[in-house]
C-alpha cells in the first residue's frame, strides 16, 4: 500500500501544473496516466515522416505565454525555448491579399490599411483599448471564479477603456463586432477567425469577446511554439515534477476514485494497484469523471442532475502533412505567418460553424492551418514544411453538406474523404499543394480519444466554450470552481472553469483549492508517502 499526500489523475498540462504547484507546497504527489506518455493533447511525434516532427495535438499556445500560471513556473530552467514565427496569423482573401497579424501593432495597422484605409487605426483603437482593460480580462479568466481582484480592476479601468460602449462591443455577436470596426474583409475575418478557435457561434453572444481576446494575445504575446516540438513544454513540465520529488506513472489507467462517505479516498488502476491519498486533483474530462471514475451513486445530486445537460464541443479532423517545400500560396504574403485560416468569407465562416451546430459535416470546412517549420526550423529538413490543418465537425452527425456521403462513422475511409475535402480547400488558394505532399497522416474523431481519453469524440475543449456552459454553469450550473463536492475531490481539468487552452489555470486552481481546504482543516491531516 502506498499513499501520498495527493495524486493526480492525468498527466495532460493541467494535471502537471497541479502537481508542480502541490510539489512546490512540500507535498508528496503521485501523477498516474494513462498513456505511454505524458502530455494529454501537447505531445508531438515522427509518425508522418522520420525527418519531420508533427505536433499530435495542440501546437500554438498564446495562453501559455499570456498565462500567470505558467510563467511562474519558469520552464526555460527546464529546457522551454519559444519560437515565433515573422508574422503571427494570415488570412488570405479570395483576391489573394493577405490581411497579416504581426507581433508589432504598427506592421498589423499598416497590413489592414493596404486591404482598406482606416482599417488600420480602428485596429490601434481596438489595441489602445486593450491595453486599459486586457490584463484584467485576462487575469479575471484565469482565476477562481469569481475574480474578485482582476473584476475590480477591470471596473476601475472601464471608462477610461470606452466605458459601457466597450462593454456593448464586446458582449456583441462576433459577425455584427467585426462590421462595427472595420471596413475589409480581411480585418473582419482575422478576428472572426480568431473566433472560430472556439465553438460559439458567430451569431452568439460571447463570440466577439472570444474573438477580441484571442486577437489581442496574438498581437501581445503572438502565438507561440516551443522550439523541437510541442512535447518539449510536456518535457519541461515533466522536468520540474521530478527536480522537486514529484513521481510520474505512465501506462497506468485509473479506473475508480474510491469515495467513502462524500471523501475521496484511494483510486484504483487497471493493473489493480490501489493508492491512497486523501486529495485527488482529476485533470480528466467531466463526463468520465462524473458517474465513470467517480460511482454516479457517490455523486452529489448537483452533479448528477447537471451533467444530463453537459454538452461537448464539436469533434476534430486534423490532417498532418510532411511537404517537400513551402507552401505554394498563390499570393506569397510578405511575411510568412505561422497560423492560416482558411475561409472565403465572413458568410462563409457563419454558415460552417452553423453547419457544425446543426449536425452537418461542413462542405466548405473553416481550416485552422499551422506552418510549423515557418515557425520552428527545426521541425523538419531545410526547405521543406511540417504542415497541419484540423477542422471541427459535429459530435452526431445528421446529414453531409457536401457530396461525399459522411455518416459521422468517422472510419477509415470517412476521415479520408473529409481530409481530402481539407486539402481542396489548399489547393485552392496554393495550386500545386498535392505535388509537396511527401507523406499525411488523417487524425479523426476516433484517433483523438484513442490517444487521449479525454478528447471524447474529438472534443478538445473538455466541453463546449458556450456561455451556457461557462463561469458557474462549468461544467454544471453552480460550480465555477475545482470542488465537487466530495471532499478531496477536485476538478482540474478543461472540464471546469476557465475552460479549454493550455493555459494550466484549471489545474493551477484545483492545486490551490486542495491547498487551501488543508490549511482550514477540511482535509484532516497530511499524510506522508510510506
Wanted: hydrophobic content about 40%.
Amino acid at each position: 500500500m502506498t499513499t501520498y499526500d495527493a495524486i493526480v489523475v492525468g498527466a495532460g498540462p493541467n494535471g502537471l501544473v497541479a502537481a508542480n504547484h502541490l510539489v512546490d507546497a512540500g507535498w508528496s504527489v503521485l501523477v498516474l496516466e494513462a498513456q505511454p506518455e505524458p502530455g494529454g493533447a501537447v505531445r508531438s511525434d515522427r509518425e508522418v515522416h522520420p525527418d519531420f516532427v508533427h505536433d499530435t495535438f495542440s501546437s500554438f499556445y498564446p495562453l501559455a505565454a499570456a498565462s500567470p500560471t505558467i510563467r511562474s513556473l519558469r520552464l526555460e530552467d527546464h529546457g522551454l525555448t519559444w519560437r515565433h514565427a515573422p508574422a503571427v496569423v494570415g488570412h488570405q482573401g479570395p483576391d489573394g491579399r493577405w490581411a497579416l497579424l504581426h507581433l508589432e501593432r504598427e506592421l498589423t495597422a499598416a497590413s489592414l490599411d493596404e486591404l482598406e484605409p482606416g482599417d488600420g487605426d480602428a485596429w490601434l483603437a481596438l489595441c489602445a483599448q486593450w491595453d486599459r482593460i486586457g490584463p484584467h480580462v485576462i487575469g479575471a479568466l484565469l482565476t477562481p471564479f469569481p475574480p474578485v481582484r482582476h473584476g475590480l480592476g477591470a471596473l476601475m479601468r472601464l471608462p477610461g477603456a470606452g466605458g459601457l460602449g466597450l462593454v456593448r462591443d464586446l458582449l456583441m455577436p462576433v459577425a455584427d463586432l467585426v462590421r462595427l470596426r472595420f471596413r475589409s474583409e480581411g480585418a473582419r475575418l482575422l478576428v472572426a477567425g480568431n473566433a472560430s478557435h472556439a465553438d460559439i457561434p458567430m451569431a452568439a453572444p460571447g463570440s466577439g469577446l472570444f474573438g477580441v481576446l484571442m486577437v489581442m494575445m496574438a498581437q501581445t504575446v503572438g502565438f507561440p511554439v516551443p522550439e523541437g516540438g510541442a512535447g518539449e513544454l510536456t518535457a519541461a513540465l515533466t522536468s520540474r515534477l521530478r527536480s522537486k520529488g514529484g513521481e510520474l506513472l505512465c501506462g497506468a489507467e485509473v479506473t475508480r476514485i474510491e469515495v467513502d462517505g462524500r471523501r475521496v479516498t484511494a483510486v484504483r488502476t487497471a493493473s489493480g494497484d490501489r493508492f491512497e491519498s486523501p486529495v485527488v486533483v482529476a485533470d480528466v474530462v467531466a463526463p468520465r469523471l462524473f458517474g465513470d471514475l467517480v460511482r454516479t451513486e457517490d455523486l452529489p445530486d448537483r452533479i448528477r442532475k447537471g451533467m444530463r445537460a453537459f454538452q461537448l464541443d464539436p469533434g476534430t479532423v486534423k490532417v498532418d502533412w510532411a511537404l517537400s517545400g513551402p507552401v505554394p500560396w498563390r499570393t506569397p504574403p510578405s511575411h510568412a505567418p505561422g497560423t492560416v485560416h482558411v475561409a472565403a468569407s465572413t458568410t462563409e465562416l457563419s454558415r460552417t460553424t452553423e453547419q457544425c451546430q446543426n449536425r452537418t459535416v461542413p462542405d466548405r470546412p473553416f481550416l485552422l492551418v499551422g506552418q510549423m517549420t515557418t515557425t520552428d526550423p527545426s521541425r523538419s529538413p531545410a526547405g521543406s514544411e511540417s504542415l497541419w490543418a484540423y477542422s471541427h465537425v459535429p459530435q452526431d452527425v445528421e446529414r453531409d453538406a457536401g457530396d461525399e456521403g459522411i455518416a459521422g462513422r468517422w472510419d477509415r475511409a470517412e476521415c479520408e474523404r473529409y481530409a481530402d475535402r481539407m486539402q481542396a480547400r489548399l489547393e485552392d488558394l496554393a495550386p500545386g499543394f498535392g505535388d509537396t505532399v511527401q507523406a499525411r497522416r488523417v487524425l479523426g474523431p476516433r484517433e483523438f480519444e484513442e490517444r487521449d481519453a479525454n478528447l471524447v469524440g474529438g472534443a478538445i475543449n473538455g466541453g463546449t466554450a458556450q456561455l451556457h456552459q461557462q463561469l458557474v454553469f462549468r461544467p454544471v450550473p453552480g460550480m465555477g470552481r475545482a470542488e465537487t463536492g466530495i471532499r478531496g475531490l477536485y476538478l482540474g481539468s478543461a472540464s471546469a472553469h476557465p475552460g479549454g487552452g493550455v493555459h494550466g489555470a484549471a489545474g493551477m486552481n484545483a492545486a490551490r483549492a486542495a491547498l487551501a481546504h488543508h490549511r482550514l482543516g477540511a482535509l484532516g491531516r497530511r499524510t506522508s508517502r510510506s
